[in-house]
Nanobody, 127 residues
């Protein structure tokens, strides 16, 4: 199983970026995929998660209304569209993936699953 993030970069506050997470090694049909981030000196936190089996999604309060998670099953890829970026969004963003469905809130709260991880993508937002 391989999990690969792409799309990170540097942007000014108010700008947008789109992250991609491509998973290989298992079917996307029942997968649970999540975006997590870790800023320097802070604990990792769940940002947004998606259940491929039923399309349910979850967002942290910090990004709700600004970030959108979506998927393209044809290419086994999950996207995180990040709009209205703030300096506090600066972090390394990681994609986590599992081949089975999990309760989406528990997944995003890092209670269950999280068996496969990418190496991370740096997002830097300047003020």
């Amino acid at each position: 199983v391989q999990v690969a993030e792409s799309g990170g970069g540097s942007v000014e506050a108010g700008g947008s970026l789109r992250l991609s997470c491509t998973v290989s090694g298992f079917s996307f049909d029942d997968a649970t995929i999540g975006w997590f981030r870790q800023a320097p000196g802070k604990e990792r936190e769940g940002v947004s998660c998606l259940s491929s089996s039923d399309g349910s999604t979850a967002y942290s309060d910090a990004v709700k209304g600004r970030f959108t998670i979506s998927s393209d099953r044809a290419v086994n890829t999950v996207y995180l569209q990040m709009n209205s970026l703030k300096p506090e969004d600066t972090a390394v963003y990681y994609c986590a993936a599992d081949r089975r469905p999990y309760p989406i809130r528990h997944y995003c709260n890092a209670v269950v699953g999280l068996n496969y991880w990418g190496t991370g993508a740096q997002v830097t937002v300047s003020s």
